[in-house]
């Protein structure tokens, strides 16, 4: 998840040096003297090692002290670190709580990342009807990962009536807002229609920006699929959008 820059901030931004190791230090000076927006970005990079060593630790400390301003993101990137284990120890309470605070002031990742944790019974009690609450209101923000969730709850009537036309639609707008998931819901759903060419398409498109490991585990489901040509060419087209990132 990459941090969006602040308005406030869009002229400091605009100067931000092309060259990475420039970059990161133009952005640590801002950080140094006391810019949130710059704390955020510079953890960023830090937890990436884009331009300076990766140094997980220290990009949550920044990512901490940026939250500490009242930084949305900040905050909910604490929370990835506490979920995922980047510079300190896994902690699935506390990130469901850093999601909690900052989906309640209106922030879309962290309303999606609260309710998987809440789908998932992971640091907080299972509860998919709240999970599904915050997956559609960070949905109608527009956000595509969580649309795909969305589709996924009416496909498997979970806390609602399974509905198939739903889910396709909810897919379909997940796709065509970049996520992976949800480009490889929606080749399923149009190959069910019998639009298996378009369906091979967007298998494609997924693969350029899936992780390695849904490729794999998309790759066996189409050579396992009793649709011929994703059999043929599923895997095919999926790997050569890996490929292309």
């Known amino acids: 998840m990459t941090v969006t820059a602040d308005p406030s901030v869009a002229e400091p ?10 970059r990161a230090a133009f952005l640590r000076a801002l ?8 704390q955020a970005l510079y953890a960023q990079l830090l937890l990436d090692g884009n331009g300076v060593a990766q140094d997980a630790a220290a990009g949550f400390a920044w990512f901490n002290r940026a939250a500490a301003q009242g930084h949305l993101m900040s905050l909910n ?4 670190c506490y979920d995922l284990g980047w510079g300190v120890a896994i902690d699935k309470a506390r990130a469901a709580e850093c999601y909690r605070i900052a989906a309640e002031q209106g922030l879309d990742w962290a309303m999606y990342n609260y309710a ?8 907080v009690t299972e509860d998919k009807a709240a999970a599904f609450g915050w997956f559609q209101k960070a949905a109608r923000m527009g956000n595509a ?3 795909n969730y969305v589709g996924s709850f009416h496909e498997d009537g979970w ?15 997940a796709a065509e807002g970049g996520d992976f998931r949800g480009c490889f819901n929606h080749a399923r759903m ?10 091979l398409t967007w298998i494609e498109r997924a693969g350029t920006t899936a992780t ?11 050579d396992a699929s009793s649709v011929p040509a994703f059999r043929a060419r599923g895997r095919a087209a999926i790997e050569r959008g890996a490929a292309r990132c």
Request: hydrophobic share 45%.
């Open 212 to 222: 390695p490991a849904f490729v794999e585990k998309a790759g066996a489901f189409l």
């Open 77 to 80: 990137m604490v929370g990835r």
């Open 13 to 22: 931004a605009a100067r931000i040096p092309d060259d990475p190791g420039e």
């Open 31 to 38: 950080a140094e003297g006391g810019d949130a927006e710059a």
């Open 145 to 147: 990962k969580a649309m």
């Open 190 to 199: 149009l190959s069910d229609k019998g639009r298996t060419e378009e369906a």
């Open 159 to 173: 806390v609602v009536s399974r509905d198939m036309a739903k889910a396709a639609r909810h897919y379909a707008r």
């Open 116 to 123: 998987t944790l809440l789908a998932l019974g992971h640091g």
